[in-house]
C-alpha cells in the first residue's frame, strides 16, 4: 500500500479472506475477529489475519452483511469523485448494452456496480431509487446531486428523483421506511407519481410511488420479447400477470386470444387498463384468480383451452430456511401447467429468487415433467436483461431464472 491508512481497521477470518480475494463484496458479523469503527455507517479497512489489506466499505452495525466493501484499491480515497466514476460507469454501461431500450432500464444494481446498498430504475424522465445500507444512506444527498449531474451531461433530463424507501430489509440496517421525492434545490419535481414508458413497443403506466419494487419489473424485458416470437395464433394464459407485461406482448407477437390472470384485483385492474392503453384490450380476457386454484380446475375440461402457459410467480422463497416449502410450490404449479397443455404446447416459466439457484429449478421441472408423464423440449433458457448485470462471483447477483420449452 502506497497511500497512509485513515480509516479504522477491521480484522477477518480465514473464510473472509478466502471469500475477498474470490470477489465476493460481504463480510458477515461472524467473521471479523477484531476491531470496530467509532461511528456506525462509516468506512473501514478490512485486513486479514497476517495484516494484508484486502479492501474498504461500509460498516453496518445492525445488519448480519457487516461490511460491503467498495473496492480492494489501497489508493483510492473514497471521494466524491470516486462515486462520480462509478456512477458514469455504470450509465456508459447502460447506453452501450441496452441501446434504444435505455429510456427505461436499471441504472444501478448494487453490489454489480459496485454501488452496494444502492438500486437505481430509470423510467424515462424520472430515477427510482432504494437505498439499503446505511453507509450509503449517509451519502445518499451526493449520490443524487451526481445522478443529476451525470444525466445533465449526457443530455438526459431528469425530471426529478423518487425515493422508494418503503422495503422492510433498511429495518436490517436500522433505517427509517418513507417514501418521496428528493427534494433539490432549483430543481422542481413532477407534482404527479404516475409516469408512462414504453418497452418493446409496448406502453405501460408506472406507478412509482405505489407499484411493486420501484414500480415495474424490468428485468424480464427480453424474456418478454422471446414469448412475443413463440406467440403467433396461439391461445395464451398468462399467470400472475400482475402488470400484464408477458400477456401483452403476446397479443403484440400475434397470439389469437390471451387470457391474464392474476390473485390480486388491482393488479388485473392495472392489467386491463395497461392494454386499454395499448389498444389491445379486445383481445384479452383478465381473471381475478388463485393460480393454485385455477390450473387444476382448468384440467378437468375435456380440451385445454390454451396451447401457451406463461408462469411468472413472485419469489416464493426470500430465505434458506423456506426453500423446501418454495419448491414444492414451484413443483405444483408447473406440473398442473404441464398436464394442463397439449401435446405440441409451448411451456414459459421463471423463477425470480436467488434462494431457488438453477441446479436446483432444473431439478424440479424435470420432477413436474415425470410425474405429469410428458416430456420438456427446451427453446430456450434466459436469465435478467444486461441492465442487471451478473457477477460470477457474487452469486446474489444472479437470481432470474427463466426457461421456454415446447410438452411433448
Known sequence: MSAERRFPKITVTKKAEYSIKKG????????????????NGELCDVYSSKDSYLGTGFWSEKSK????????????????SFFERRIKYAVDYR?????????????????????????VDKFSDILVVQVLSLGMDKIKNMIFDILFETFDAIGEKISGIYEREDVAIRELEG???????????????????????????????????NGQKTGFFLDQKYNRLAVAKLAKGKRVLDCFTHTGSFAMNAVMGGAARVTAVDVSQSAVDMARANARLNGIEDKMDFVCADVFDLLPELEKGK?????????????????RKTASSAYRGYKEINYR???????????ATCSCSHF??????????????????????????????????????VPETDYLKFYLFQVV
Open 24 to 39: 465476493h463484496p460481504w463480510v458477515y458479523d461472524a467473521e471479523i475477529t477484531s476491531g470496530a469503527p467509532n461511528e
Open 95 to 119: 447506453r452501450a448494452v441496452m441501446g434504444n431500450d435505455f429510456s427505461s432500464c436499471r441504472i444501478i444494481f448494487g453490489e454489480a456496480d459496485g454501488m452496494p446498498g444502492l438500486t
Open 175 to 209: 433505517l427509517p421506511l418513507f417514501k418521496g421525492w428528493y427534494e433539490k434545490e432549483g430543481r422542481p419535481h413532477p407534482e404527479s407519481t404516475i409516469t408512462e414508458i414504453c418497452e418493446n413497443g409496448v406502453k405501460y403506466t408506472v406507478d412509482v410511488e
Open 337 to 347: 401447467a404441464m398436464k394442463l397443455l397439449p401435446r405440441g404446447g409451448f411451456f
Open 303 to 319: 380440451n385445454s383451452p390454451y396451447d401457451f402457459i406463461i408462469l411468472d410467480p413472485p419469489a416464493f422463497t426470500k430465505s
Open 356 to 393: 431457488m439457484p438453477s441446479e436446483d429449478f432444473v431439478k424440479m421441472l424435470k420432477e413436474a415433467a415425470r410425474d405429469a408423464n410428458v416430456e420438456l423440449k427446451q427453446i430456450e433458457a434466459r436469465t435478467q436483461g444486461p441492465d442487471h448485470p451478473i457477477l460470477l462471483n
Open 65 to 80: 452483511i457487516r461490511i460491503r466493501l467498495l473496492s480492494s484499491n489501497a489508493n483510492e480515497r473514497f471521494e466524491r
